[in-house]
């Protein structure tokens, strides 16, 4: 491996390409980062402090370092420096469209970041006293009652945290409501097509997974699905729109179907941004739905903390549903909202499960969502979602002569467009693809998933893209799609313009070297 002059290891690649080493290791604004521990070492600081003399006990408390903390000492500008050359490292939606199926990157409002770090919101803390946090508390209660309007659903739980984690609230709500009645019912369904957190949610709340077919057309298997229906089946777990970017239009009949066989049905409401302010789930017979905020109501998905996934509930469902919750009564001739902690009398949660979290939410969130559906209203948020079904159309019918759409001839999709690597020259895949997208400057799209397609690609451009960035999105595809189908094998070393090139994504994902030791680097240096 070749060193720099500052002995450390510079990639090896930069080699490969002629006139492209360079002393730093660097290629112009493509920054080579090491380690902190690289830059720094555990035997400095890049403070100047008093040594603690002997006598100085007392102001420590008894809390004296026993032994070195082990970490790099670094001055400020270097510590800001590596972070922001790591930052720009980073494919973000603010650089540029992120097609990225199933997973609703769009813009961020920064009206909705102005929103969220307002102090009042942005500084308080879960255990204030409750007279002094009546605004945030009214905030995550408007929230709620929108989200329960927007759904056409009974009650809402705003404290699961994000989209997986509302799924086990869902279904720990179901459990309840059949335990409640006696009924143990051991088996949950689950279509193809569905978000791998399905199945994992329901195995992770104790059922037993059985998978349900697609048919020819992407959607659920009814015949299927209704011949597996029995005493033993608690539940289904279906995604609308599904994960191949179609609406299920058999949603009320199987919601019927399963109702009379005694069971329940959980919808995964990722992609709510399809069909918002067009389509309330409570009107298809669904029983519990999580939200993913921060998809469908403004990201980002981190929103700075964990993301937040409120779950709906129907009528049924209100009863089991968890704690605690923002309710609004009546004090001193105005409103006054106050938190629920404990199982209530009466039958408005009134055997409720439990609990999903310590407190009740992520409140970066909460203000976030809130300031873009109020900035939107309800004609807004219906406006969004045709818009991101157009776009969505736009790109699938711009590349179906080039990509194979497998779905495309049973008519318009929905918020994504699905294609299958059908059509490549030998030996060429997806993944190849993906790594030629990246040298055009793009984020690939979301790869074999759903499972049902070989080699899917899913791409999800969201209503925030404008036709001139659709477009230039849609020719780089186009170019590298007519690359993949000539069977260009310079596409299998792709990508050659990123900070590293093809990676062993198996070790990756299977050895990750996620701790740093000494070693590590003296070996890298041999
Ligand atoms: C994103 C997503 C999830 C999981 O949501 P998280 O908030 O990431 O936990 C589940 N199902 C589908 C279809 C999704 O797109």
């Known amino acids: 491996?070749?060193?720099?002059?500052?002995?450390?290891?510079?990639?090896?690649?930069?080699?490969?390409?002629?006139?492209?080493?360079?002393?730093?290791?660097?290629?112009?604004?493509?920054?080579?980062?090491?380690?902190?521990?690289?830059?720094?070492?555990?035997?400095?600081?890049?403070?100047?402090?008093?040594?603690?003399?002997?006598?100085?006990?007392?102001?420590?408390?008894?809390?004296?370092?026993?032994?070195?903390?082990?970490?790099?000492?670094?001055?400020?500008?270097?510590t800001v420096r590596h972070y922001t050359r790591l930052s720009r490292q980073n494919y973000a939606i603010d650089l540029g469209l992120f097609p990225l199926g199933s997973c609703t990157m769009k813009h961020n409002p920064r009206l909705c970041e102005k929103a969220a770090r307002l102090p009042g919101f942005a500084?308080?803390?879960?255990?204030?006293?409750?007279?002094?946090?009546?605004?945030?508390?009214?905030?995550?209660?408007?929230?709620?009652?929108?989200?329960?309007?927007?759904t056409g659903m009974h009650s809402v739980a705003m404290s699961p945290k994000a989209g997986a984690h509302g799924e086990l609230c869902g279904l720990l709500a179901i459990r309840s409501a059949l335990e409640a009645r006696g009924d143990k019912r051991e088996v949950i369904l689950v279509p193809e097509s569905a978000h791998g957190t399905n199945p994992a949610t329901a195995a992770f709340a104790g059922y037993r997974v059985e998978s349900i077919p697609a048919n020819a057309a992407g959607r659920v298997d009814l015949t299927a699905l209704k011949a597996r229906l029995g005493p033993d089946v608690a539940g289904v777990m279906i995604t609308n729109p599904n994960t191949c970017g179609l609406f299920e239009p058999d949603m009320i009949e199987i919601s019927r179907a399963v109702h009379e066989a005694g069971g329940l049905v959980y919808c995964d409401g990722a992609n709510f941004n399809a069909i918002v302010g067009?389509?309330?789930?409570?009107?298809?017979?669904?029983?519990?739905?999580?939200?993913?905020?921060?998809?469908?109501?403004?990201?980002?998905?981190?929103?700075?903390?964990?993301?937040?996934?409120?779950?709906?509930?129907?009528?049924?469902?209100?009863?089991?549903?968890?704690?605690?919750?923002?309710?609004?009564?009546?004090?001193?001739?105005?409103?006054?909202?106050?938190?629920?902690?404990?199982?209530?009398?009466?039958?408005?949660?009134?055997?409720?499960?439990?609990?999903?979290?310590?407190?009740?939410?992520?409140?970066?969130?909460?203000?976030?969502?809130?300031?873009?559906?109020?900035?939107?209203?309800?004609?807004?948020?219906?406006?969004?979602?045709?818009?991101?079904?157009?776009?969505?159309?736009?790109?699938?019918?711009?590349?179906?002569?080039?990509?194979?759409?497998?779905?495309?001839?049973?008519?318009?999709?929905?918020?994504e467009a699905l294609f299958s690597d059908k059509g490549f020259a030998e030996g060429m895949t997806t993944l190849d693809l993906a790594k030629g997208l990246i040298d055009e400057g793009y984020h690939p799209m979301t790869m074999y998933f759903p499972l049902v397609v070989h080699g899917a690609m899913l791409v999800e451009p969201t209503e925030t893209e404008s036709k001139a960035a659709l477009d230039q999105f849609i020719g780089a595809l186009r170019h590298v799609a007519e690359r993949a189908r000539a069977g260009d094998t310079s596409l299998k070393a792709a990508p050659f313009h990123a900070p590293r090139r093809r990676l062993d994504e198996t070790l990756a994902a299977r050895k990750p070297v996620l701790v740093y030791r000494e070693q590590d680097t003296a070996e890298a240096a041999e």
């Open 1 to 78: 491996m070749t060193m720099n002059r500052e002995g450390r290891p510079t990639r090896p690649e930069a080699a490969e390409d002629a006139g492209a080493e360079t002393w730093t290791g660097n290629r112009a604004l493509m920054l080579e980062e090491p380690l902190l521990f690289e830059i720094g070492d555990t035997r400095t600081t890049g403070v100047d402090i008093e040594a603690v003399g002997e006598g100085d006990d007392a102001h420590l408390a008894g809390l004296r370092r026993t032994r070195p903390i082990g970490l790099a000492g670094l001055s400020e500008p270097e």
């Open 123 to 150: 500084d308080v803390h879960p255990l204030q006293p409750i007279d002094t946090v009546q605004g945030a508390l009214q905030l995550i209660a408007e929230l709620g009652e929108w989200l329960i309007r927007l």
């Open 278 to 415: 067009r389509v309330r789930p409570g009107d298809l017979g669904i029983d519990a739905m999580h939200i993913n905020l921060h998809k469908t109501f403004s990201t980002p998905h981190g929103g700075g903390g964990p993301g937040a996934g409120p779950v709906v509930f129907s009528e049924a469902l209100t009863p089991f549903a968890p704690l605690p919750f923002v309710d609004k009564i009546q004090a001193d001739g105005g409103d006054r909202y106050i938190l629920v902690e404990e199982e209530c009398v009466g039958e408005h949660h009134g055997r409720s499960f439990g609990r999903m979290t310590a407190f009740h939410g992520q409140m970066g969130m909460f203000s976030r969502a809130l300031a873009y559906i109020l900035s939107h209203g309800a004609d807004g948020l219906r406006q969004v979602a045709e818009d991101a079904v157009l776009n969505a159309n736009y790109i699938l019918r711009r590349l179906e002569d080039l990509l194979d759409a497998p779905f495309a001839a049973s008519g318009p999709c929905m918020h």
